[in-house]
T-cell receptor, first 116, second 115 residues
Protein backbone atom coordinates (compact mmCIF):
# COMPACT_ATOMS: atom_id res chain seq x y z
CA UNK A 1 0.00 0.00 0.00
CA UNK A 2 1.35 3.41 -0.98
CA UNK A 3 2.09 5.82 1.81
CA UNK A 4 1.44 9.55 1.96
CA UNK A 5 2.94 11.18 -1.11
CA UNK A 6 4.27 14.72 -1.09
CA UNK A 7 5.82 16.83 -3.79
CA UNK A 8 8.13 18.46 -4.34
CA UNK A 9 10.62 17.08 -1.84
CA UNK A 10 12.71 20.22 -1.95
CA UNK A 11 11.96 23.77 -3.00
CA UNK A 12 14.18 26.84 -3.02
CA UNK A 13 12.61 30.21 -3.73
CA UNK A 14 13.35 33.85 -3.19
CA UNK A 15 11.35 35.81 -0.66
CA UNK A 16 8.09 37.31 -1.86
CA UNK A 17 7.65 34.50 -4.38
CA UNK A 18 4.66 32.16 -4.17
CA UNK A 19 5.08 28.43 -3.49
CA UNK A 20 2.75 25.45 -3.37
CA UNK A 21 3.05 22.00 -1.85
CA UNK A 22 0.99 18.99 -2.81
CA UNK A 23 -0.06 16.00 -0.74
CA UNK A 24 -1.84 12.79 -1.65
CA UNK A 25 -2.95 10.89 1.45
CA UNK A 26 -3.25 7.16 1.87
CA UNK A 27 -6.22 5.86 -0.07
CA UNK A 28 -9.34 5.81 2.06
CA UNK A 29 -8.01 8.16 4.73
CA UNK A 30 -10.59 10.82 5.44
CA UNK A 31 -8.50 13.08 7.61
CA UNK A 32 -5.55 15.07 6.32
CA UNK A 33 -3.13 17.25 8.27
CA UNK A 34 -0.54 19.81 7.33
CA UNK A 35 2.29 20.43 9.78
CA UNK A 36 5.25 22.78 9.75
CA UNK A 37 8.50 21.61 11.28
CA UNK A 38 11.16 24.21 11.97
CA UNK A 39 14.76 23.15 12.33
CA UNK A 40 15.38 21.45 15.65
CA UNK A 41 11.71 21.49 16.59
CA UNK A 42 8.80 19.11 16.58
CA UNK A 43 5.99 19.47 14.05
CA UNK A 44 3.29 22.08 14.61
CA UNK A 45 -0.18 21.62 13.17
CA UNK A 46 -1.21 24.17 10.55
CA UNK A 47 -4.55 22.78 9.40
CA UNK A 48 -6.65 19.65 9.64
CA UNK A 49 -9.23 18.48 7.11
CA UNK A 50 -12.01 15.99 7.54
CA UNK A 51 -12.90 15.16 3.97
CA UNK A 52 -13.25 18.54 2.25
CA UNK A 53 -13.87 20.53 5.42
CA UNK A 54 -11.15 22.38 7.29
CA UNK A 55 -12.05 21.57 10.91
CA UNK A 56 -9.04 23.22 12.55
CA UNK A 57 -7.09 26.01 10.89
CA UNK A 58 -6.43 28.07 13.98
CA UNK A 59 -2.66 27.82 13.53
CA UNK A 60 -2.64 28.71 9.84
CA UNK A 61 -1.27 32.24 9.17
CA UNK A 62 -4.15 33.24 6.98
CA UNK A 63 -2.62 36.42 5.65
CA UNK A 64 -0.22 34.46 3.49
CA UNK A 65 -1.08 30.78 3.82
CA UNK A 66 -3.97 29.00 2.17
CA UNK A 67 -4.94 25.39 1.75
CA UNK A 68 -7.53 23.41 -0.10
CA UNK A 69 -8.68 19.83 -0.31
CA UNK A 70 -11.00 19.64 -3.24
CA UNK A 71 -12.99 16.40 -3.50
CA UNK A 72 -11.66 15.33 -0.13
CA UNK A 73 -8.62 13.53 -1.48
CA UNK A 74 -5.39 15.33 -2.27
CA UNK A 75 -4.53 18.71 -0.85
CA UNK A 76 -2.48 21.78 -1.70
CA UNK A 77 -0.85 24.18 0.73
CA UNK A 78 0.16 27.56 -0.64
CA UNK A 79 2.27 30.42 0.65
CA UNK A 80 2.02 33.80 -1.03
CA UNK A 81 4.22 35.69 -0.61
CA UNK A 82 6.89 33.63 1.10
CA UNK A 83 9.03 35.17 3.83
CA UNK A 84 12.44 34.16 5.14
CA UNK A 85 10.85 32.75 8.28
CA UNK A 86 8.80 30.29 6.25
CA UNK A 87 11.86 28.12 5.67
CA UNK A 88 10.94 24.79 7.22
CA UNK A 89 9.84 21.27 6.40
CA UNK A 90 6.14 21.02 5.58
CA UNK A 91 4.74 17.64 6.51
CA UNK A 92 1.48 16.12 5.41
CA UNK A 93 -0.18 13.32 7.34
CA UNK A 94 -3.39 11.35 7.06
CA UNK A 95 -5.46 9.15 9.28
CA UNK A 96 -8.23 6.69 8.54
CA UNK A 97 -11.16 8.02 10.49
CA UNK A 98 -10.08 11.15 12.25
CA UNK A 99 -12.73 10.98 14.94
CA UNK A 100 -10.08 12.51 17.06
CA UNK A 101 -6.67 13.87 16.34
CA UNK A 102 -5.34 11.05 18.47
CA UNK A 103 -5.93 8.49 15.76
CA UNK A 104 -2.70 7.11 14.36
CA UNK A 105 -1.36 9.50 11.78
CA UNK A 106 0.73 8.42 8.82
CA UNK A 107 3.23 10.99 7.64
CA UNK A 108 4.71 11.79 4.28
CA UNK A 109 8.41 12.56 3.78
CA UNK A 110 7.81 16.31 3.78
CA UNK A 111 8.77 19.22 1.55
CA UNK A 112 11.84 21.11 2.64
CA UNK A 113 11.34 24.78 1.79
CA UNK A 114 14.23 27.22 1.70
CA UNK A 115 13.42 30.90 1.26
CA UNK A 116 16.38 33.06 0.24
CA UNK B 1 -1.14 24.74 29.19
CA UNK B 2 0.27 21.58 27.77
CA UNK B 3 3.98 21.15 27.30
CA UNK B 4 6.42 18.38 26.43
CA UNK B 5 10.07 18.52 27.43
CA UNK B 6 12.74 16.31 25.97
CA UNK B 7 15.82 17.47 27.82
CA UNK B 8 18.24 15.32 25.85
CA UNK B 9 18.96 17.11 22.60
CA UNK B 10 21.37 14.51 21.27
CA UNK B 11 22.57 11.10 22.48
CA UNK B 12 25.27 8.82 21.09
CA UNK B 13 25.69 5.22 22.14
CA UNK B 14 27.60 2.29 20.76
CA UNK B 15 25.61 -0.41 19.04
CA UNK B 16 24.13 -3.07 21.36
CA UNK B 17 24.00 -0.70 24.31
CA UNK B 18 20.68 0.12 25.91
CA UNK B 19 19.51 3.72 25.74
CA UNK B 20 16.67 5.61 27.41
CA UNK B 21 15.07 8.72 25.99
CA UNK B 22 13.44 10.94 28.56
CA UNK B 23 10.11 12.72 28.21
CA UNK B 24 8.45 14.94 30.79
CA UNK B 25 5.04 16.44 30.16
CA UNK B 26 2.80 19.08 31.68
CA UNK B 27 -0.97 19.16 31.52
CA UNK B 28 -3.85 20.25 33.74
CA UNK B 29 -6.16 17.61 32.32
CA UNK B 30 -6.76 14.26 33.95
CA UNK B 31 -7.43 12.70 30.57
CA UNK B 32 -4.65 12.91 28.03
CA UNK B 33 -2.71 10.87 25.53
CA UNK B 34 1.01 10.42 25.11
CA UNK B 35 2.84 9.43 21.95
CA UNK B 36 6.28 8.57 20.67
CA UNK B 37 7.23 9.08 17.04
CA UNK B 38 10.45 8.23 15.21
CA UNK B 39 11.79 10.44 12.42
CA UNK B 40 14.51 8.70 10.41
CA UNK B 41 16.75 10.64 8.01
CA UNK B 42 14.20 10.09 5.24
CA UNK B 43 11.96 12.60 7.02
CA UNK B 44 8.61 10.94 7.60
CA UNK B 45 7.47 10.49 11.17
CA UNK B 46 6.70 6.94 12.15
CA UNK B 47 4.16 6.29 14.90
CA UNK B 48 5.55 4.08 17.68
CA UNK B 49 3.05 4.15 20.53
CA UNK B 50 0.01 5.91 22.01
CA UNK B 51 -0.96 5.62 25.68
CA UNK B 52 -3.85 7.18 27.55
CA UNK B 53 -3.56 8.65 31.01
CA UNK B 54 -5.58 5.88 32.62
CA UNK B 55 -3.28 3.12 31.49
CA UNK B 56 -0.04 3.22 33.46
CA UNK B 57 1.08 -0.25 32.52
CA UNK B 58 4.50 -0.33 31.01
CA UNK B 59 4.64 -1.67 27.49
CA UNK B 60 7.21 -3.72 25.65
CA UNK B 61 7.38 -4.23 21.91
CA UNK B 62 10.41 -6.17 20.81
CA UNK B 63 13.48 -4.11 21.72
CA UNK B 64 11.33 -1.09 22.60
CA UNK B 65 9.79 -0.44 25.99
CA UNK B 66 7.97 2.48 27.54
CA UNK B 67 7.78 3.51 31.19
CA UNK B 68 4.79 5.72 32.03
CA UNK B 69 4.85 7.28 35.49
CA UNK B 70 2.10 9.76 36.30
CA UNK B 71 3.70 10.59 39.65
CA UNK B 72 6.66 12.16 37.86
CA UNK B 73 4.78 13.12 34.65
CA UNK B 74 7.21 11.10 32.61
CA UNK B 75 6.88 8.79 29.65
CA UNK B 76 10.34 7.44 28.96
CA UNK B 77 11.34 5.27 26.03
CA UNK B 78 14.04 2.60 26.20
CA UNK B 79 15.69 0.82 23.31
CA UNK B 80 17.39 -2.40 24.33
CA UNK B 81 20.39 -3.73 22.39
CA UNK B 82 20.39 -0.72 20.09
CA UNK B 83 21.09 -1.09 16.39
CA UNK B 84 22.41 1.34 13.80
CA UNK B 85 18.96 1.43 12.20
CA UNK B 86 17.63 2.98 15.40
CA UNK B 87 19.49 6.18 14.57
CA UNK B 88 16.83 8.86 14.17
CA UNK B 89 15.16 11.77 15.90
CA UNK B 90 12.58 10.63 18.43
CA UNK B 91 9.66 12.83 19.41
CA UNK B 92 7.49 12.55 22.47
CA UNK B 93 4.07 14.18 22.14
CA UNK B 94 0.97 14.96 24.21
CA UNK B 95 -2.69 15.52 23.41
CA UNK B 96 -5.19 16.59 26.03
CA UNK B 97 -8.25 14.40 25.97
CA UNK B 98 -11.15 16.47 27.18
CA UNK B 99 -11.61 18.00 23.76
CA UNK B 100 -10.46 17.40 20.26
CA UNK B 101 -7.13 19.06 20.78
CA UNK B 102 -3.86 19.25 18.98
CA UNK B 103 -0.90 17.01 19.45
CA UNK B 104 1.94 18.97 21.00
CA UNK B 105 5.35 17.62 20.13
CA UNK B 106 8.55 17.97 22.10
CA UNK B 107 11.68 19.23 20.40
CA UNK B 108 12.97 15.73 19.85
CA UNK B 109 16.05 13.77 20.82
CA UNK B 110 18.55 12.94 18.09
CA UNK B 111 19.88 9.43 18.68
CA UNK B 112 23.12 8.26 17.09
CA UNK B 113 23.91 4.56 17.26
CA UNK B 114 27.59 4.08 16.53
CA UNK B 115 28.76 0.83 14.91
Amino acid sequence: EAGVVQSPRYKIIEKKQPVAFWCNPISGHNTLYWYRQNLGQGPELLIRYENEEAVDDSQLPKDRFSAERLKGVDSTLKIQPAELGDSAVYLCASSLDGQTIRDEQFFGPGTRLTVL
Amino acid sequence: AQKVTQAQTEISVVEKEDVTLDCVYETRDTTYYLFWYKQPPSGELVFLIRRNSFDEQNEISGRYSWNFQKSTSSFNFTITASQVVDSAVYFCALSEGHRDDKIIFGKGTRLHILP
